[in-house]
């Protein structure tokens, strides 16, 4: 290794010091019993449990902050964080943007993480929608069919389409995940210059399909039209990258 390369053995063992502070940080919250909302205790009472200096604490806990897994109201104090997917939406964007300027390995990976997420929990989904939840979904590609005609893109359309798909199944972290991938695409379709290229047209006609597909209660007619729409998403990537 070259001299402007290495990393000194000393900052190896800083950062493994702070990541063990924050795995004690949350296996304390565990032990506690301690719920989304709930305040931690202070920092003078952690610095004591933990028995780690004030400063050397603050690093880890705002990086704790940082991952979502702790919230500091400044003059409140620090509480357990809600769900947050933040950091996550965060750190998949810049990996998926970097990725495209190598062939968009990363972004093309993330694709086929939300495909096999979604043809694979479809006929799930169709085994417990009901008639107002697949009037919901009619209602999403009706908003999408308008926009179309008018020439008008229909971003949050298509994200509720989805959304109101999968809600049959009542899984929050399945919606949330599906969430992220959204926002990481709809962040790299605009890296790759928006929407001027999208058929809005064949685009509403595509979830049209999916749409009949799942009222027909054709399970493997839907599952291969979803995986039609991710196709197209993948090939746009590909297009874009090589």
Same mark, same amino acid.
Request: aromatic fraction near 6%.
């Given at each position: 290794?070259?001299?402007?390369?290495?990393?000194?053995?000393?900052?190896?063992?800083?950062?493994?010091?702070?990541?063990?502070?924050?795995?004690?940080?949350? /296996?304390?919250?565990? /032990?506690?019993?301690?719920? &989304?909302?709930?305040?931690?205790?202070?920092? =003078?009472?952690? &610095?004591?449990?933990?028995?780690?200096?004030? =400063?050397?604490?603050?690093?880890?806990?705002?990086?704790?902050?940082?991952?979502?897994?702790?919230?500091?109201?400044?003059?409140?104090?620090?509480?357990? &964080?809600?769900?947050?997917?933040?950091?996550?939406?965060?750190?998949?964007?810049?990996?998926?943007?970097?990725?495209?300027?190598?062939?968009?390995?990363?972004?093309?990976?993330?694709?086929?993480?939300?495909?096999?997420?979604?043809?694979?929990?479809?006929?799930?989904?169709?085994?417990?929608?009901?008639? /107002?939840?697949?009037?919901?979904?009619?209602?999403?590609?009706?908003?999408?069919?308008?926009?179309?005609?008018?020439?008008?893109?229909?971003?949050?359309?298509?994200?509720?389409?989805?959304?109101?798909?999968?809600?049959?199944?009542? =899984?929050?972290?399945?919606?949330?995940?599906?969430?992220?991938?959204?926002?990481?695409?709809?962040?790299?379709?605009?890296?790759?210059?928006?929407?001027?290229?999208?058929?809005?047209?064949?685009?509403?006609?595509?979830?049209?399909?999916?749409?009949?597909?799942?009222?027909?209660?054709?399970?493997?007619?839907?599952?291969?039209?979803?995986?039609?729409?991710?196709?197209?998403?993948?090939?746009?990537?590909?297009?874009?990258? =090589?």
């Amino acid at each position: 290794m070259t001299a402007g390369k290495m990393v000194p053995q000393a900052r190896f063992s800083a950062q493994a010091r702070l990541r063990a502070l924050q795995a004690d940080i949350m /296996e304390l919250i565990l /032990e506690r019993e301690l719920e &989304a909302g709930d305040p931690l205790p202070t920092e =003078n009472e952690l &610095a004591a449990a933990l028995g780690v200096g004030r =400063n050397t604490l603050r690093e880890s806990l705002k990086v704790l902050q940082a991952l979502g897994v702790i919230e500091i109201r400044h003059g409140f104090g620090m509480f357990v &964080a809600p769900s947050n997917f933040d950091a996550l939406t965060d750190g998949l964007t810049f990996r998926a943007r970097l990725s495209l300027r190598h062939h968009g390995q990363e972004a093309l990976q993330l694709v086929d993480v939300r495909q096999a997420l979604e043809t694979g929990l479809i006929g799930a989904a169709m085994d417990q929608i009901t008639p /107002e939840q697949l009037v919901a979904v009619d209602d999403s590609v009706r908003q999408m069919e308008a926009l179309a005609g008018a020439a008008e893109h229909f971003v949050e359309a298509d994200a509720e389409f989805h959304r109101r798909l999968f809600e049959p199944l009542n =899984n929050e972290l399945l919606i949330s995940l599906m969430g992220v991938f959204w926002k990481v695409y709809r962040r790299i379709h605009i890296e790759l210059g928006g929407t001027d290229a999208v058929d809005l047209a064949e685009a509403a006609a595509l979830h049209r399909g999916i749409y009949e597909a799942v009222a027909a209660a054709d399970k493997v007619l839907a599952a291969e039209r979803l995986s039609s729409h991710f196709d197209g998403i993948r090939s746009r990537i590909t297009q874009a990258t =090589n």
